[in-house]
């Protein structure tokens, strides 16, 4: 039986903000939004949605006299996201031997 | 505007990984990237460093021009700095951008060692009555200009292995081994800080080409 896929994760601008946090230390609003190409108001939601459910921290500070939202993973999304590779790949293995038969 | 269900739509199991693999790709190429722009600074400073030590040394024959290398970082480390506060992706780290600023740091804080080091000892212990006695020992004698270059050349390669790139593992090889050379078949004293020029050049070419790749 097949793993059911985390939902939360399996969203295009969700999972893109997740690979990207997995790879860095932290990246700040501006940062996401350049390498997602998402619009603000898109983001901030799905970043939300992220936080809320602890995959990743959000803090909100300032650089100088400009507002500065930080984000990244937390040790709960890093389990998260790897779970969420492990069941892709068996569902790529199983639609791989599925079409072999 | 952007289409906002496209974005947060549901994936096939197939999209979903080539979007991971996607970005962390991107990542590591834009560190890379990235780094290409130091490498010219570095570069650029250390020909300039380098000819400029050489031609005054020859000119008036005084050793104590050595002492120019000192501004080298002093002059370089905030325009690094200067450069880092550019772009918005400078502001992101991750474990191989800190391993390469790593290498790079403690090259320089060895290479400031090394040469107050063998000053310090070959004023004191050699008993060499004036300060151009000393460096022009040291650039001659203690073979500094190839402890240095081989420093230099192992930094780069150790930074080629970080970023798992080829160019930046060769150009290494390149300044460490071609600059030992050099240094064998130059004469001494002023001569072999054409080793630093060529380290230089290598350096500043490993940018243009590393930056050319990931264009």
Redesign the interface.
């Known amino acids: 039986m097949l793993p059911k896929?985390d939902p939360l994760l399996?969203?295009?601008?969700?999972?893109?903000v997740m690979?990207?946090l997995?790879?860095?230390?932290?990246?700040?609003f501006?940062?996401l939004k350049?390498?997602?190409?998402?619009?603000s108001?898109?983001l901030s939601v799905?970043i939300d949605k992220l936080s809320e459910a602890g995959y990743i921290a959000v803090e909100k500070g300032f650089k100088g006299k400009m507002p500065r939202t930080t984000c990244r993973i937390t040790s709960q999304g890093v389990e998260a996201f790897r779970n969420?590779?492990k069941s892709?790949?068996k569902?790529?293995g199983a639609?791989r031997k599925s079409s072999a038969q | 505007?952007?289409n906002?269900n496209?974005?947060?739509?549901?994936?096939t199991?197939?999209e979903?990984?080539s979007?991971?693999t996607e970005?962390?790709n991107?990542?590591?190429k834009e560190i890379i990237q990235r780094s290409s722009k130091y490498y010219i600074l570095w570069g650029a400073l250390l020909t300039v460093f380098s000819l400029m030590v050489y031609v005054l040394w020859k000119l008036t024959d005084k050793a104590a021009w050595n002492c120019l290398w000192f501004a080298l970082p002093a002059i370089g480390s905030p325009l690094a700095h200067w450069l880092s506060r550019q772009d918005?992706?400078e502001?992101?780290?991750?474990e191989v951008s800190r391993i390469t600023q790593g290498i790079w740091t403690t090259l320089g804080i060895f290479s400031c060692a090394v040469a107050a080091f063998t000053l310090g000892y070959f004023y004191v212990s050699e008993g060499a009555q004036d300060f151009g006695m000393s460096l022009r020992a040291i650039v001659s004698l203690a073979g500094l200009t190839a402890e240095m270059v081989l420093i230099f050349g192992l930094a780069e390669c150790a930074c080629g292995v970080a970023l798992k790139n080829w160019t930046i593992k060769i150009a290494g090889f390149v300044t460490g081994i071609g600059g030992l050379a050099i240094y064998y078949i130059t004469g001494a004293e002023y001569e072999q800080l054409l080793i630093f020029t060529f380290a230089g050049l290598v350096l500043m070419a490993t940018g243009l080409l590393v930056k050319r790749q990931y264009r």
């Open positions: 896929l399996h969203s295009e601008l969700r999972l893109a690979s990207i997995a790879g860095v230390d932290e990246a700040d501006t940062y350049e390498q997602t190409g998402a619009t108001g898109n799905q969420y590779v892709l790949k569902y790529i639609g | 505007m952007e906002t496209e974005k947060n739509r549901e994936m199991a197939q979903s990984l979007l991971i970005t962390l991107s990542s590591r918005a992706a502001r992101v780290q991750n």
